[in-house]
Nanobody, 119 residues
Framework: QVQLVESGGGLVQAGGSLRLSCAAS????????MGWFRQAPGKERELIAS????????WYVDSAEGRFTISRDNAKNMVYLQMNSLKPEDTATYYC????????????WGQGTQVTVSL
């Protein structure tokens, strides 16, 4: 069964940190590009960070650059998102996603984990 399961969300004060984790199973994780998306109420889902199969190349949306770090452990089939200096505008549901093909859309999705940043 192809599956992504996120964990690590919660309530944190502005300026704090959270580490999201995503456990993958049922597909060849080590050859898949992985990403973290988020969706705030009333807004579209947006890609905020991605990492290539080896972990050697990462990408961040401008609002996450310098504050968030995506990483992966192919031996454990895990991908992580370390979020520092959190702001209230980071409040959203965060989704882990995988792209099994070299190009195209992300085709494996987790159920999401809520992150709420208070003032």
């Amino acid at each position: 069964q192809v599956q992504l399961v996120e964990s690590g969300g919660g309530l944190v004060q502005a300026g704090g940190s959270l580490r999201l984790s995503c456990a993958a199973s049922g597909f060849t994780f080590s050859s898949s590009r992985m990403g973290w998306f988020r969706q705030a109420p009333g807004k579209e889902r947006e890609l905020i960070a991605s990492i290539n199969w080896s972990g050697g190349f990462t990408w961040y949306v401008d609002s996450a650059e310098g504050r968030f770090t995506i990483s992966r452990d192919n031996a454990k089939n895990m991908v992580y998102l370390q979020m520092n200096s959190l702001k209230p505008e980071d409040t959203a549901t965060y989704y882990c996603a995988g792209r099994r093909r070299p190009t195209g859309n992300y085709d494996v999705w987790g159920q999401g984990t809520q992150v709420t940043v208070s003032l």
